[in-house]
């Protein structure tokens, strides 16, 4: 039977790949940066997601390597066009603040949202806050309580904190003074310092009994979204 050097390269080339990365991953792990990003550096040109925004990280933050943003940048746009939410977002952040290059609103809002709409939670927020604040798209407190909704039940404490001011100051919901509460307490028994301090203030506006129903019903909903 004779099997062409081109079928024997399809058929072995992927299990190449996975060693290659698995030995990469290893080096990396282990603080042998140097190494690491010589074999990322030759995944990333054969094509390998993964390695692409790994070697993106690395030379963005110098790690094994000198710092450069135009290469951060190359690499993360590459995975990013690949339909990586995690490229995506950095690609959208290189472009919201202009590092390495001018700034550039209209493609970092398309970015965030790619982003966003695959689930990135960072990305999620950063829309959310770009919708709220008008800075790289026209203002639009419904769609940043959208979004910021859509991270705050992703986990991220900063959204949920937003959340509670949104619905305090009844901008793209109304004005709900208890949803406000459970989404400060929310925000700040997860860890944002700014959450814990909201809530607090709002607790002259209530009973104890109220106060008490509002803490059952954010502690469920930290049950439930652990």
Known sequence: MKISIALLLMIFAPSYAIADMKSADKHYFEGDYELAFEEYSTEAEQGILKAQIRIA???????????????AFFWYEKAADRGSALAQYNVATFYAKGIGRMQDKDLAFKYYSLSAQQGNVDAQTSLAQAYYSGTITDRNYEEAFHWYEKAANNGNNIAQNNMGLLYFQGQGVPKDQKQAYKWFYISGQNGYGLGGKNYRKLEPLFKYGEISLMQKEAKQWLKDNP
Do not use: E, F, P, Q
């Not at 690395?58 to 710092?67: D, E, P, R, V």
């Open 57 to 71: 990280k690395m030379y963005l933050n110098a790690i094994g390597t000198i710092k450069d943003l135009d290469r």
